[in-house]
Each structure stands twice: as C-alpha cells, then as structure tokens.
C-alpha cells in the first residue's frame, strides 16, 4: 500500500488496517515455520505497511500538539 493512499485514510481506519496487517505478519510468520510460505518477500512487504501506517499515525499525533 501507498503512503499516499494511506494519507488519505482516517485514523480509524488506519487503525484497522494496522491490525489486520499484524495479524497477516504473525500468520506469515507461523506459515514460514511451517514450511507453507512460497513468497518469503511477502514477509518484508507487510512490515514496511506497518512501519507506514505508524509512521503516519505518529506524524498526525505530533501534529496535533
């Protein structure tokens, strides 16, 4: 996902988004000891999302003060 597309998101949405993205991680994770997981790259690509979506909720945060 886009930062740009996620800008335009609302903070609760934002909010979702992050929990199902950390639930995707710890499944993707789970699967890789598994043996289930066929895209390792997948692994990075939602920890960059997360690490998107916290850094635009803390920009927003540090803008309200």
Do not use: H, P
Request: hydrophobic content about 35%.
């Amino acid at each position: 996902m886009k930062a740009k597309e996620l800008r335009q998101k609302s903070d609760n949405e934002l909010e979702k988004i992050l929990q199902e993205k950390r639930k995707k991680l710890y499944q993707l994770r789970s699967d890789l000891v598994a043996g289930k997981v066929k895209n390792v790259r997948e692994i990075r690509m939602v920890k960059k999302d997360i690490a998107r979506i916290l850094t635009i909720l803390n920009e927003r945060k540090l803008s309200k003060k």
